[in-house]
């Protein structure tokens, strides 16, 4: 298993098991996450989803990109 944490909307975070995600839709100014039978709604775009699904920070455009790395 795979665990990331994420975002809720409302305020608050969550553990997801990334293994079990099936699929994401973008909604408004975030997208739901469907794990299963279940679903959270989380205030990223898919953009920044799979960005912190990767381990990169959230708004990582590629520019200063170091794969979940960071410098010393």
């Known amino acids: 298993m795979?665990?990331?944490?994420?975002e809720m909307i409302p305020a608050g975070k969550a553990l997801v098991d990334i293994d079990k995600?099936?699929?994401?839709?973008?909604?408004?100014e975030g997208a739901r996450l469907f794990l299963g039978a279940n679903h959270i709604d989380v205030p990223h775009t898919l953009a920044e989803l799979e960005n912190v699904l990767a381990g990169r920070e959230r708004g990582d455009d590629g520019q200063e990109s170091r794969a979940g790395f960071g410098v010393r």
Do not use: L, P
Not at 2 to 6: D, G, L, M, S
């Open 21 to 28: 995600m099936t699929h994401a839709v973008a909604q408004d």
């Open 2 to 6: 795979r665990f990331v944490q994420i």
